[in-house]
């Protein structure tokens, strides 16, 4: 399977600037690994605060 990292790029709502960008399995595995959800996942106000922490997401569901 080709990864589309151009598209991916563009379709990223995660304003963090970092080497997996637009690459998103690795994305997903990097945060996964620290118990932490990738910022793309976040609503635009919950995502500008960096904190990816599984709280935080949940919290910004609910609103």
Do not use: W
């Not at 304003?15 to 118990?35: N, Q």
């Not at 932490?36 to 997401?57: H, L, Q, V």
């Amino acid at each position: 399977m080709e990864c589309l990292i151009e598209r991916n790029k563009q379709d990223c709502g995660c304003t963090y600037d970092c080497s997996r960008k637009g690459l998103c399995c690795e994305c997903v595995r990097y945060h996964r690994a620290k118990g932490a959800i990738p910022g793309c996942f976040f609503p635009k106000d919950a995502e500008k605060t960096y904190d990816r922490s599984i709280a935080n997401f949940c919290r910004s569901a609910v609103r």
